[in-house]
């Protein structure tokens, strides 16, 4: 568990100071599960846009928002590398290997649902105890980046894995695919009244 400050104030404006605990696993696992359920619900969404548009679906898996941005069938495959990797390193375990070569919406589909069930397989404990633990991962094909676990979660794993996921998201809405915020965020833990 790590924990952090949060100030309250109260009438008298002096600050109360409560700590709150937040787990490394809660943290992370249930956002990657529920944001990856979500991405696979959107190429669902997709196949179904370039069905009844009659468009090529690989015209969509090629797409990309700038000429120097990877097309979407990349930024899907990082995003659940991010997740696999990520939670894998944290829980001081070896990941599977993903080859890559996924050319089909299903095949897509395919990895994301192999990588939320191998989520399902870390000890969330182990990924706990990992918050002031060094973590050494790749960086490119020569370097290796160094963090204490919550800094690795925190500052590298979740910032790069929301930002494939949206840009994932970015290039099937600028394609014309129907979709919004609530197919983006999926299915959170939230009640309404």
Wanted: proline share 6%; aromatic share 8%.
């Amino acid at each position: 568990m790590f924990g952090s400050l949060a100030i309250a104030r109260t009438q008298s404006t002096k600050p109360r100071i409560r700590t709150m605990s937040f787990s490394m696993s809660k943290a992370s696992l249930p956002v990657f599960e529920i944001s990856l359920n979500a991405l696979s619900a959107i190429l669902d969404k997709a196949e179904a846009h370039a069905a009844a548009k009659k468009i090529d679906p690989s015209v969509l898996l090629h797409s990309r928002l700038s000429p120097d941005m990877f097309a979407l069938v990349r930024q899907v495959q990082i995003a659940t590398d991010l997740a696999k990797n990520g939670s894998a390193r944290l829980a001081g375990v070896e990941a599977p290997p993903y080859e890559d070569n996924e050319t089909t919406t299903d095949e897509l589909k395919m990895r994301i649902a192999r990588t939320v069930a191998y989520l399902k397989t870390l000890d969330p404990k182990q990924i706990d105890a990992s918050a002031d633990r060094e973590i050494a991962f790749p960086l490119g094909p020569t370097n290796t980046g160094h963090m204490k676990g919550d800094d690795y979660l925190n500052h590298f794993v979740l910032p790069n894995f929301y930002f494939h996921l949206t840009t994932a998201y970015a290039i099937l809405r600028h394609c014309g695919v129907d979709i919004g915020k609530r197919d983006f965020l999926g299915a959170i833990p939230m009640k309404m009244t």
